[in-house]
């Protein structure tokens, strides 16, 4: 099959010239990506990569990296992208989706990674062909190990999954600001710190630019070779060519940016025509919603749409399909932010904008005339909006961009009569970036402790550079003056609405108005104060206190909120803290660490030699992982009605009893006991990491008891210095003898009898320049997903986990 048959059957069209270069030329694909909005950037790099992986030769299928993560700055994105993956997957016969708990080997899988999403288990199959989609916001904290709306002891796994073995997709690169930058530093700190197989970056934009990813450890040669840019063969197809002469007349408003949208809506009102679509577009939420208000009171013949980023996802689809249905009779107006800048696909007569960077105005003159329908009559038409004053970036109205950009683009606009893509001057002004990521700040990251206050390292400057990012909030039925109960469900994804921290914080400081985040420690919805907020944090609100409508989104009006309560099925972090099974049987720690054994050696050889120097430390660890359920207060949680007696049991059929001590944590015996009979510093981090919770560092959580004979005694994570581990079988003729377990590790420094501190002997692997962090973090989350398969698989339990 050639590329041409294969995109065709995917899509149902023909490639571009352009697509076929992408998918077929050099060994893997191109670094630059810089082709005009609308001509198919996302067929292009997700069939590209499909190709190569799947049907190209057989050197290129084993130099493209297994997992597709695809990068967009907007949740808007995200649906589409994945619409379209699964329909071209399903159309190839290679849809994984429908059988997501099994992911035959020969499919690929679509997964969605947005904050609550109910696809969390992607991260059980690392030895699979996947397409991952998400924001800048979900994907990058995720690649830092802060990963945002996610369980903290999960952030290991999904980091060494998507800094491995991966082919990064960054699309509409002109609105990732900070995240941009990121993405280029992460490139450069995989190939200088090491990885489990390639992985590759790929940036498009229809303004990209090179000097945009020159950062301070980014090297062009060996970080972006390729790129791939339109030519005549695609300017002279038969299809494109309409669109590269779409004639779009440019005029500038008569009067200034307003406060109160009522200049933009008589002008969206005048200049539309029935059976057409109007667009405004502009530059906050607030303005999208002054001007569609100040167009409802206006009654326009048209009907009115709003769309902006703070619609729940469902609410959003659906402001989205009226957005893009084709518009008969009255036709629309249609008031939207930066959400339809990139990746929707939608065509306008007349487009109203507000000034914006000349990035992002090239990008929104390509809504209009966008397939050069109107060429005949020629009356499309673009009008562009001036704020009051470029000079006083205080009188500029709030906006994501800086005076500076705006006086640029000013300059630019200002001397054209015509906005089609011919007549346009090419991206000349640099990318301006307020933080950057160094290589310390990376290393740092890969320890994912709380600092003694509770409080992580803050990673928000590095993806986006506004100086109000969002936090997420779901609505529930709380009745005023009580508290939701430890049982009360987080949000599914289609819930959740993004919301600027500093909007929120100004709106729960009016009385009587609370909000609760889930503290996986206490295990309970705890509220939270409004300069508690920080980003990434996911927020249950009270249904009566309102804030949001269906089709506004959130307005913060106290109209009450209905929240969804129709999706049975729930994300909550209290149930993803650690991976628990269903259906559970009883097994001996003997049984489990077999089957363990058996899945870690298969994703071990799955995963390349570049692992080799490390796999009898990685089957120490596996087999060794847990040892430490022989601990006395492990087996005492054990239910009743075990199947045979005198035997240490490492799993359950019915949920295991509250441990007699607080917070007991198995793989820290399991990692003390292996140190005392000298296996390797990487098996003992392994087995200790595996389930999140135990890994650079070694310290009691705050509301733990010293034990009660002697409070002077070391005690950590429910391990008291110098009690006896039993012995016991952990399969393969492997027998742990009895063992003292020495807490000694958690001092700092060297100890005459133990030799070095945890924290010192695991900050050499994580340096470690034949290891490194990325390469640590995959082995790290194998283990831990052999754990999980050999637990039955990663389905979210009911009911409170307990240890096992």
């Known amino acids: ?40 950037k996302t067929a292009a790099s997700i069939l590209g990569w499909l190709w190569r992986r799947r049907f190209a030769d057989d050197e290129t299928q084993r130099a493209t990296p297994r997992r597709l993560v695809y990068c967009l700055p907007m949740r808007v994105l995200v649906e589409q992208t994945r619409d379209c993956a699964v329909q071209w997957m399903d159309k190839l016969g290679l849809l994984a989706n429908d059988a997501p708990k099994t992911h035959p080997a020969g499919q690929v899988g679509v997964h969605v990674l947005m904050g609550g999403d109910l696809e969390i288990d992607w991260d059980h199959w690392p030895d699979r062909d996947q397409i991952l989609i998400g924001t800048q916001d979900m994907l990058l904290s995720r690649a830092l190990n802060r990963g945002y709306a996610m369980s903290r002891f999960r952030w290991p796994v999904q980091f060494g999954l998507l800094n491995n073995d991966c082919q990064w997709i960054m699309d509409e690169v002109q609105l990732m600001g900070n995240g941009l930058a990121t993405t280029a530093q992460l490139q450069a700190f995989r190939r200088k710190l090491g990885t489990v197989n390639a992985v590759l970056s790929t940036w498009m934009s229809a303004t990209m630019r090179e000097d945009w990813l020159r950062t301070v450890d980014f090297d062009h040669t060996d970080d972006a070779p390729g790129k791939q840019e339109i030519d005549e063969r695609d300017r002279s197809h038969p299809i494109l060519k309409p669109r590269f002469e779409a004639i779009k007349r440019l005029n500038k408003a008569d009067f200034v940016v307003s406060d109160d949208g009522k200049p933009e809506a008589r002008l969206a009102r005048d200049i539309h025509k029935p059976g057409t679509r109007t667009l405004v577009i502009v530059n906050t939420v607030k303005r999208s919603m002054a001007v569609h208000s100040a167009l409802e009171k206006l009654k326009p013949d048209a009907n009115l749409i709003l769309l902006h980023s703070r619609f729940r996802p469902a609410d959003r689809k659906i402001q989205i399909e009226r957005l893009i249905a084709e518009p008969a009779g009255a036709g629309t107006i249609a008031v939207c932010t930066q959400v339809v800048e990139a990746g929707v696909d939608v065509s306008a007569r007349m487009l109203i904008t507000d000034l914006a960077p000349w990035s992002s105005l090239v990008q929104r003159f390509g809504r209009c005339n966008r397939n050069g329908e109107f060429n005949e009559t020629q009356n499309a038409e673009v009008v562009w909006i001036e704020p009051e004053d470029l000079q006083d970036e205080k009188k500029l109205n709030p906006a994501p961009y800086t005076a500076a950009e705006l006086r640029d683009s000013a300059a630019r606009v200002s001397v054209l009569l015509e906005a089609g893509s011919k007549a346009l001057p090419s991206v000349e002004s640099a990318m301006a970036y307020t933080h950057v990521p160094r290589r310390k700040d990376l290393v740092d990251l890969f320890d994912t402790t709380p600092d003694l206050a509770g409080a992580d390292i803050d990673i928000s400057r590095f993806i986006r550079e506004t100086d109000d990012h969002d936090v997420q909030v779901f609505w529930r039925d709380i009745p005023e003056n009580e508290e939701p109960g430890s049982d009360e469900k987080g949000p599914a994804r289609a819930e959740l609405c993004s919301v600027p921290i500093g909007e929120l914080r100004k709106w729960l400081e009016k009385p009587g108005r609370p909000a609760w985040r889930w503290d996986h420690l206490d295990r309970l919805w705890q509220k939270v104060k409004p300069n508690a907020l920080y980003p990434g944090l996911v927020l249950m609100l009270r249904s009566s206190d309102g804030g949001y409508s269906p089709d506004k989104g959130w307005n913060g009006t106290v109209a009450p909120t209905m929240p969804l309560m129709a999706i049975a099925a729930r994300y909550n972090e209290s149930e993803e803290e ?49 040892a430490g359920k022989a601990h006395l207060v492990f087996q005492a949680a054990m239910p009743e009605g075990a199947p045979r007696a005198c035997v240490l049991w490492a799993k359950s059929l019915p949920k295991m009893k509250r441990y007699g001590r607080r917070g007991v944590r198995h793989e820290l015996a399991s990692a003390l006991s292996m140190l005392a009979n000298g296996k390797s510093n990487l098996a003992a981090y392994l087995a200790a990491a595996h389930h999140g919770k135990v890994r650079l560092s070694i310290r009691s959580l705050p509301h733990e008891k010293p034990p009660p004979d002697d409070i002077e005694r070391r005690f950590a994570r429910g391990i008291w210095d110098g009690e006896t581990l039993p012995t016991v079988a952990v399969g393969g003729g492997v027998n742990v003898p009895e063992t003292i377990l020495k807490l000694t590790y958690m001092e700092l420094g060297e100890d005459d009898t133990t030799g070095p501190s945890w924290l010192a002997r695991m900050l050499a692997l994580r340096d470690s320049p034949e290891l490194g962090p990325f390469r640590l973090a995959f082995l790290e989350a194998i283990l831990r997903i052999a754990d999980w398969r050999a637990s039955g698989g990663p389905v979210t339990n009911t009911g409170e986990e307990v240890g096992q």
């Open 578 to 626: 650690d991976k628990t099974v269903e259906n559970r049987e009883w097994a001996t720690v003997a049984e489990h660490t077999d089957q363990v054994v058996s899945a870690a050696s298969a994703l071990f050889e799955e995963s390349g030699e570049v692992l080799a120097p490390w796999k009898q430390d990685f089957l120490d660890a596996a087999r060794w992982h847990d």
């Open 1 to 40: 099959m050639t590329f041409e048959v294969f995109f065709k059957k995917a899509t149902g069209s023909a490639p571009y010239p352009y697509q076929t270069r992408i998918a077929t030329e050099g060994q893997h694909l191109p670094s630059l990506v810089s082709v005009p909005t609308g001509l198919g």
